[in-house]
């Protein structure tokens, strides 16, 4: 049976950003999944391929019904066996929206091919995660048609999440990061042996469309190590003004632009304007979601 969009948008109109994790089999998403849940201060609906393949700590679960599991700190996770358009459905049917979406892609997805539905009823797309084992960037005798499936997987990536960098040798991490580099030019990436064994759930607190401050970026964490910087917008801006004003900041900030996050005033009312790795978003604010204007939140690599 084809999915077919709900006739009413959930939680008033109000939509949830989504952040996709994808990477090949053994990459390390399920271990990057745990530290979102360990590390989670907001409700998070978590989507995965089956969620007896989490290993949650019991003092945390609050309560389980068939392949849904629901945590003490609000989050729930459920399981995209039947399909998206079903675990989807689940978080919907929710009568408060969670605060973020994050969803565990298998190993053997294609991102390209699920990114539309970080933009189906009730949700935003946010960015898509991808994690890579830095032996099998290298690992040259894996059969062409996984080598070129995990390749394609890393052009889709908003961030690259080098993993198993502890247990290669250095010329591999070095060969695997130059590869990266190569397939995703531009696209920031960061190592969990030198950001710390939570990186990846650090880097999805940055996302969020939250109701009141659409814009707001919390404080640093991942991007400690980075600068953030404001860009005063002189508004009203129409979509190429905005373009321009965005293909300006690697000249007024310096370094590699990361992430770009803030609020313009159009003609047309104000827009949500969203920057991640080489994804750019220019999403019209719904009515309860209006606010001020405000200036660009730019994070970028020095």
């Known amino acids: 049976m084809a ?3 709900p006739e009413f948008l959930p939680w008033d109109g109000r939509r949830v950003p989504i952040t996709f994790v994808a990477g090949y089999l053994g990459a390390g998403k399920t271990t990057a999944i745990n530290e979102v849940l360990a590390e989670a201060d907001r409700p998070i609906a ?4 089956d969620v007896g393949s989490i290993n949650i700590d019991a003092a945390l679960i609050r309560k389980r019904s068939g392949d849904t599991i629901e945590l003490t700190d609000g989050c729930v996770c459920c399981s995209s066996i039947d399909g998206f358009g079903a675990a989807f459905d689940q978080v919907r049917s929710r009568v408060e929206p969670p605060e973020h979406v994050v969803v565990e892609l298998s190993g ?9 539905w970080g933009s189906s009823a009730g949700f935003l797309l946010d960015g898509v995660v991808v994690v890579a084992a830095a032996d099998q960037v290298v690992d040259n005798s894996m059969p062409e048609w996984i080598r070129v499936h995990l390749d394609r997987q890393v052009t889709e990536a908003d961030l690259l999440v080098l993993t198993k960098t502890d247990l290669a040798e250095p010329t591999v991490t070095a060969a695997a990061r130059a590869r990266l580099a190569v397939l995703a030019p531009g696209v920031p990436l960061v190592s969990t042996a030198e950001h710390g064994p939570g990186a990846l759930g650090r880097f999805l607190a940055l996302g969020g469309h939250r109701a009141g401050d659409a814009a707001k970026v919390p404080g640093p964490t991942l991007f400690d190590l980075h600068e953030t910087n404001t860009v005063p917008v002189d508004g009203p801006l129409d979509r190429a003004g905005i373009d321009s004003l965005l293909d300006s900041l690697p000249q007024h900030i310096g370094g590699h632009i990361a992430r770009v996050k803030g609020v313009i005033e159009t003609s047309k009312g104000l827009v949500l304007v969203q920057v991640v790795g080489n994804r750019r978003e220019v999403t019209t604010l719904l009515p309860h979601e209006h606010q001020h204007p405000t ?3 730019v994070i970028s690599i020095p």
Do not use: G, M
């Open 108 to 116: 053997v997805a294609e991102p390209a091919n699920v990114v539309p």
């Open 295 to 297: 200036d660009l939140v």
């Open 3 to 5: 999915y077919a969009e």
């Open 46 to 49: 978590v989507i995965v391929n």
